[in-house]
């Protein structure tokens, strides 16, 4: 028998703002989270992009000293994001043991470690803080999300690059539906914005480089996109099985109903052209969700701005949904918030949910002039979704042919 998972709380932390409410916001009312970097090593290295989405509330502004100081930074947004997730959730009594944690970064500590390392070459071996190996570890965040709520089901780290905080979504359904939890705290992190990742992905001639007008720079499905924005922060969903929701009298904002996850086995950064594996993954979280193409409202697409990446994914789910994709209101939030690698798509669930909630697409900024390869039905405008029950995908694909989608749907009693 298949139980239903139900969203009960959820967190947020990005460009865009410090919260759910305020990261929502702006997004509907069309605000770019993008910004030139205002950094002393930008212009010292020149570096070739000089902007990104950096995360508008610090989260050492928000966490006690001693707490912040020995965390990495992506830790840090993790810890802020599930803290207003779990407090939105009631701040759930639940025994220890069945409350567990699956989380992800793409990337993790990266600002630790090269920190360290500066400080081992300058100072000497004495002088790296003997916390440098748990800060910078991938499963930071999630150990440290375990010892703060004192989740002992499990904790367990999902490194799967820009598709890895849907995939922990998708673990955390897994481990509900086997009984192994009643409550789980899913989610994902980024905090990469370094002078060794910008240089990198500019190398690989992935970002765009629109320094003169940064907040034009993410440009999904349009003609003119020259690839993507970074952006950080982090976001968290409390899920739970609806039998333990309803109990405790929680509210819900949805049904979790499925999850999809392939692989492309193509390309170690490059999409499949032909989108075969993003499709499997459509179809898979639909299959899981006992529901059909035909019954998708809303889409909120990968979309991350790049030339190649763009296309594909419509390729991939025209092969799922036919003619009727260019009728499904979709959006592309990265247009406004950045690409924020690991905890992208934790963060567009968040939005996911909240379109279906307010039966409001977000709007795609910057889409001048659609690109004809990539006719979804979007616009630089919310879009009304229609009325009745909401079925709703979110897509996250990331480099080494990873696929990950998760279907929504509003909560029916």
């Known amino acids: 028998m298949t139980t239903r998972i139900v969203v009960t709380g959820m967190g947020a932390t990005s460009a865009l703002g410090g919260n759910v409410a305020d990261n929502w916001t702006n997004l ?8 030139p970097l205002e950094h002393e ?5 020149a570096l070739p992009v000089t902007f990104a989405g950096e995360a508008i509330v610090r989260p050492d502004t928000i966490l006690d000293r001693p707490t912040a100081k020995r965390l990495d930074i992506s830790t840090q947004f993790a810890l802020v994001a599930a803290m207003e997730a779990w407090e939105d959730a009631g701040s759930p009594d639940v025994d220890p043991e069945r409350l567990g944690v699956d989380f992800a970064t793409g990337i993790g500590g990266v600002w630790t470690l090269l920190d360290a390392w500066d400080t081992l070459r300058a100072k000497g071996p004495r002088r790296v803080m003997p916390m440098t190996v748990p800060m910078l570890m991938p499963n930071s965040a999630a150990g440290f999300l375990s010892l703060h709520f004192h989740a002992r089901a499990f904790a367990r780290t999902v490194a799967s690059a820009c598709a890895s905080s849907v995939e922990s979504l998708a673990s955390a359904y897994e481990h509900l539906q086997k009984g192994e939890a009643d409550i789980v705290i899913a989610g ?7 002078p060794i990742t910008v240089a990198s992905f500019a190398s690989m001639h992935a970002l765009s480089r629109r320094n003169d007008d940064p907040a034009s720079a993410s440009r999904p499905w349009d003609v003119d996109r ?49 989108g075969q594996g993003a499709a499997r993954a459509v179809r898979q979280a639909l299959d899981q969700a006992g529901r059909t193409p035909d019954e998708v409202t809303h889409i909120n697409a990968h979309a991350t701005s790049t030339p190649v990446g763009d296309p594909a994914e419509f390729t991939a789910l025209e092969a799922v949904f036919g003619d009727r994709v260019r009728e499904i209101p979709a959006s592309a939030t990265k247009s406004a918030t950045g690409h924020l690698l690991g905890g992208t798509g934790a963060l567009e669930s968040v939005f996911t949910i909240l379109a279906m909630r307010d039966r409001q697409a977000p709007p795609t900024l910057n889409l001048d002039n659609q690109d004809p390869e990539t006719p979804f039905l979007a616009s630089k405008q919310p879009q009304a979704l229609p009325e009745g029950p909401q079925l ?22």
Do not use: C, Q
């Open 28 to 35: 509907m009312a069309g605000v770019s989270g993008i910004r």
């Open 41 to 45: 090593w930008v212009e010292e290295l």
């Open 188 to 194: 994902g992190t980024e905090s990469a914005i370094h």
């Open 226 to 274: 020259d690839g993507f924005v970074m952006g950080e922060g982090a976001a968290v969903l409390v899920l739970e099985t609806e039998e333990h929701a309803k109990a405790r009298g929680a509210k819900i904002y949805a049904e979790f109903v499925g999850a999809g996850v392939t692989a492309d086995a193509h390309h170690i950064t490059a999409n499949d052209p032909t």
């Open 392 to 413: 709703a995908i979110s897509n996250s694909f990331g480099f080494g042919g990873h696929n990950a989608v998760a279907a929504f749907a509003t909560y029916e009693d």
